[in-house]
Nanobody, 126 residues
Framework: QVQLVESGGELVQAGDSLRLSCAAS????????MGWFRQAPGKEREFVAG????????YYADSVKGRSTISRDNAKKTVYLQMTSLKREDTAVYYC???????????????????WGQGTQVTVSS
């Protein structure tokens, strides 16, 4: 079992930067592949970024590529999502998710993840 808790969401201005954190408890995080998803009001939950258990491979949605960086510190059992040049359309609840075994094509599929956090709200105002 893995418990995930997101933090770092807040109200920011367009163009600002923000770093979200996902802290894990329970089993060691180092064995799990991780993803960040987001869900805006009235929309489906969508993939934002993913990172392999080893940290050496990352994946990004086109909507955030070049503006976001996913990273992890397995010793601290924490995964991060650094976002820059935030836009109003980045407004959403952001969730982190974990899965033990994962192929490359699965990172973007929310149905493949086994564990989810409760989410943290990011609001970008213009």
């Amino acid at each position: 079992q893995v418990q995930l808790v997101e933090s770092g969401g807040e109200l920011v201005q367009a163009g600002d930067s923000l770093r979200l954190s996902c802290a894990a408890s329970g089993r060691t995080l180092g064995s799990y592949n991780m993803g960040w998803f987001r869900q805006a009001p009235g929309k489906e939950r969508e993939f934002v970024a993913g990172i392999k258990w080893s940290g050496d491979t990352t994946y990004y949605a086109d909507s955030v590529k070049g503006r976001s960086t996913i990273s992890r510190d397995n010793a601290k059992k924490t995964v991060y999502l650094q976002m820059t040049s935030l836009k109003r359309e980045d407004t959403a609840v952001y969730y982190c998710a974990a899965k033990f075994l994962m192929t490359t094509w699965e990172y973007g599929s929310r149905s493949k993840y086994d564990y989810w956090g409760q989410g943290t709200q990011v609001t970008v105002s213009s």
